[in-house]
């Protein structure tokens, strides 16, 4: 079955880059898109970006652009995501998802079950 | 970039009761709607995508309804697995965006 497993949580200082990874099983990692949504505490999911397993496109939010770095490495089938120059507002729960198999659509049938983030002095 | 309103924050009802929950974006995004269900410690699920099409195995109580602007989740009789945090996400075009959730809660 389809699984995405996530690194444990870290906790960071500001300034510092966090490294989260996505390892994925059950499915071919190159025939699918993942992409990175947060969760901030009290607020609404936020989008990231994606990364294409098959050639490792990228597309960031561009509030994140110079600060988020996505990757794969195909022969482990892992997707990670890179976060530099950390602020206290980047302390959220971090989703690895799969884009849906779909004509088009951009939503995520399977996700992992989140990193935990903090960045505290 | 599109934003996703979600009403009401919460929600409590009692199991075997039917709950309608609403999503509203800023401006039209045709079809292109996806509703998740979350759970504490878990990931999102995908429960509803093209505003009404079922993902697989979510099973028939749930219902989606909707299109351009006002959308909407159905849970016909609740049942206690139920309880939990619904959003709604649009894929309208960029950034994909998320409604901030509907807590629904046990009575």
């Known amino acids: 079955q389809v699984q995405l497993v996530q690194s444990g949580a870290e906790m960071k200082k500001p300034g510092a880059t966090v490294k989260v990874s996505c390892k994925a099983s059950?499915?071919?990692?190159?025939?699918?898109?993942i992409t990175w949504v947060r969760h901030v505490p009290g607020q609404g999911l936020e989008w990231m970006g994606w990364?294409?397993?098959?050639?490792?496109?990228?597309k960031y939010e561009q509030s994140l652009q110079g600060r988020v770095i996505m990757t794969t490495d195909t022969p482990t089938s892992t997707a990670y995501m890179e976060l530099r120059n950390l602020r206290s507002d980047d302390t959220a729960v971090y989703y690895c998802?799969?884009?849906?198999?779909?004509?088009?659509?951009?939503?995520?049938?399977?996700w992992g079950r989140g990193t935990l983030v903090t960045v505290s002095s | 970039e599109i934003v996703m309103t979600q009403s009401p924050a919460t929600l409590s009802v009692s199991p075997g009761e039917r709950v309608t929950l609403s999503c509203r974006a800023s401006?039209?995004?045709?079809?292109?709607l996806a509703w998740y269900q979350q759970k504490p410690g878990q990931g999102p699920r995908l429960l509803i995508y093209?505003?009404?099409t079922r993902a697989t195995g979510i099973p028939d109580r749930f219902s989606g309804s909707g299109s351009g602007t006002e959308f909407t989740l159905t849970i016909n009789s609740l049942q206690s697995e139920d309880f939990a945090v619904y959003f709604c996400?649009?894929?309208?075009?960029?950034?994909?965006?998320f409604g901030a959730g509907t807590k629904v809660e046990i009575k």
């Open positions: 998802a799969r884009r849906a198999p779909s004509s088009g659509g951009w939503y995520f049938d399977f």
């Open positions: 059950g499915y071919t990692f190159t025939s699918y898109y």
């Open positions: 990364i294409s397993g098959y050639d490792g496109k990228t």
């Open positions: 401006q039209t995004i045709s079809f292109n």
């Open positions: 093209d505003a009404s």
């Open positions: 996400q649009h894929f309208n075009d960029w950034p994909l965006t």
